[in-house]
């Protein structure tokens, strides 16, 4: 298996653009998560989906965050209008079992708003 | 609300040492813990998983404890090779009646290990 996949891997664009980052989850796992990572608050969960349907967004930071799963091996997360301090490394990570199972990280994708 | 601390945040050591990597959480009632490894530029690596009913967990030269009660585990690097200079980080995963958010990892902000040649 080719593990998690995302995309793109680094992301650079101006405030106010929309920005959509991509992710495909390893062929079987039924949960999926997103996380951000930043040197100040380190890896925090935005949003998690299992079986496709978003089961907790509490993390989402703002409105201007939306996450989609409609399909088992694709998921999305849109910013927009992004903002400078959006900048960050974004991570999906998928399990086989949310509750006990490891879960499985992606490269990330790095994302720079100016 | 559960939180999770990882000491030294760096830790620098000559090749062929033994260490010892420290994180310590708030709650002890966790449903288990995993240790990850992160190389510069790169996602995670999921080095061990320790179930709450686990005391410990070994992977090659890794060796991972868990003391629930205290709130404290230990992830042991025998024998330190280049190739370990990481960023290690530890995350809990709530549970018990934790209402039905037990799917939740809590990362530690990271040990930065460097070992040199």
């Known amino acids: 298996d080719a593990g998690v996949i995302q995309s793109p891997r680094h992301e650079v664009t101006e405030m106010g653009q929309e920005v959509t980052l991509r992710c495909k989850p390893i062929s079987g796992h039924n949960s999926l998560f997103w996380y951000r990572q930043t040197m100040m608050r380190g890896l925090e969960l935005l949003i998690y989906?299992?079986?496709?349907?978003?089961?907790?967004d509490s993390g989402m930071p703002e409105d201007r965050f939306s996450a989609k799963m409609p399909n088992a091996s694709f998921s999305t997360l849109k910013i927009q209008p992004s903002e400078p301090r959006d900048s960050a490394v974004y991570f999906c990570?998928?399990?086989?079992?949310?509750?006990?199972?490891?879960?499985?990280f992606g490269p990330g994708t790095r994302l720079t708003v100016l | 609300k559960q939180e999770v601390t990882q000491i030294p945040a760096a830790l620098s050591v000559p090749e062929g040492e033994n260490l010892v990597l420290n994180c310590s959480f708030t709650d002890s009632a966790i449903y288990n813990l995993q240790w990850f490894r992160q190389d510069p530029g790169k996602g995670l690596t999921s080095l061990l998983l320790?179930?709450?009913?686990?005391r410990e967990q070994t992977s090659g030269r890794l060796n991972a404890s868990l003391d629930k009660s205290s709130g404290r585990s230990t992830l042991y690097i025998a024998a330190s090779q280049p190739g370990d200079s990481a960023t290690y980080l530890c995350?809990?995963?709530?549970?018990?009646?934790?209402?039905?958010?037990?799917?939740?990892?809590?990362f530690g902000k990271g040990t930065l290990l460097t070992v040199n040649p």
């Open positions: 989906f299992n079986n496709n349907v978003p089961i907790d």
């Open positions: 320790i179930q709450s009913s686990q």
């Open positions: 990570a998928s399990s086989l079992r949310a509750i006990v199972g490891e879960q499985f």
């Open positions: 995350a809990v995963r709530v549970g018990g009646d934790s209402g039905g958010s037990n799917y939740k990892l809590t």
